[in-house]
Nanobody
Framework: QVQLVESGGGLVQAGGSLRLSCAAS????????MGWFRQAPGKEREFVTA????????YYADSVKGRFTISRDNAKNTVYHQMNSLKFEDTAVYYC??????????????????WGQGTQVTVSS
C-alpha cells in the first residue's frame, strides 16, 4: 500500500514557476514508477510527466516538454514536479500517482494503482 500527499500548488502569474512535491509512505515507493497527471474543469484527467523507479528515465507530454521537470529522491520517498514558464492552460488539479509492480515510465492512467488527493494549480493570464 502506498499513500501519496501532494503539496506546493497555488496561484501564479503566467510565466511564473511552481514546484510540486509528492511525499509517499509505504515500502514500495522505490519499486514504483511515478507520474503526474492533471485535470482541468470539464476535461478528462491527462498525463503530464512520468519517471521510472530509479529516476534515470523520464517522459513528458508534448505540451509541457522543456517547461516541466519530474525528479525523485528515493531516500526521501518523494517525487518532485518543477513547473516553469507556466501558461494559463496549465491551470488544473495536479495529481501524483504511483504504479504497482511497474518500474518503467507509463502514460496510462490504468497503470497507476495509487493516487494522491490532488493539488490546485491556477495560472493567471
Amino acid at each position: 500500500q502506498v499513500q501519496l500527499v501532494e503539496s506546493g500548488g497555488g496561484l501564479v502569474q503566467a510565466g511564473g514557476s511552481l514546484r510540486l512535491s509528492c511525499a509517499a509512505s509505504g515500502r514500495t515507493f522505490s519499486r514504483s514508477a511515478m507520474g503526474w497527471f492533471r485535470q482541468a474543469p470539464g476535461k478528462e484527467r491527462e498525463f503530464v510527466t512520468a519517471i521510472n523507479l530509479s529516476g534515470g528515465i523520464t517522459y513528458y507530454a508534448d505540451s509541457v516538454k522543456g517547461r516541466f521537470t519530474i525528479s525523485r529522491d528515493n531516500a526521501k520517498n518523494t517525487v518532485y514536479h518543477q513547473m516553469n514558464s507556466l501558461k494559463f492552460e496549465d491551470t488544473a488539479v495536479y495529481y501524483c500517482a504511483a504504479t504497482y509492480g511497474i518500474g518503467w515510465t507509463t502514460v496510462s492512467v490504468s497503470d497507476y494503482a495509487y493516487w494522491g488527493q490532488g493539488t490546485q494549480v491556477t495560472v493567471s493570464s
